[in-house]
Nanobody, 115 residues
Framework: QVQLVESGGGLVQPGGSLRLSCAAS????????MGWYRQGPGKQRALVAM???????NYADSVKGRFTISRDSDKNTVYLQMDSLEPEDTAVYYC?????????WGQGTQVTVSS
């Protein structure tokens, strides 16, 4: 059974950085497309970044140049490095494993950007 556990969220000032981690079990992060999504207050959940099986990455326009998605096959973990954070980045961030039969989701981690 696939399980995803996010960590690394917290409170950070505008302009600061955070790195989110998503530890996977039950399936390899290198054998699946993996994504980071976020849901801000009063908003729908939206894609932030994705890394495909071959390593190709995609980003939402709002985070291009500031966020970087990566994976570590040995640790079976996906990361989201977030730099130059803005108040608009405040949201619950979710890790997802995207598979043909269904998607698997973590429990989410809160990121708050505020002075």
């Amino acid at each position: 059974q696939v399980q995803l556990v996010e960590s690394g969220g917290g409170l950070v000032q505008p302009g600061g950085s955070l790195r989110l981690s998503c530890a996977a079990s039950g399936s390899s992060v290198s054998s699946n497309a993996m994504g980071w999504y976020r849901q801000g207050p009063g908003k729908q959940r939206a894609l932030v970044a994705m890394i495909l099986i071959g390593g190709i990455t995609n980003y939402a326009d709002s985070v291009k140049g500031r966020f970087t998605i990566s994976r570590d096959s040995d640790k079976n973990t996906v990361y989201l490095q977030m730099d130059s954070l803005e108040p608009e980045d405040t949201a619950v961030y979710y890790c997802a494993m995207l598979r043909a039969e269904r998607n698997y989701w973590g429990q989410g981690t809160q990121v708050t950007v505020s002075s």
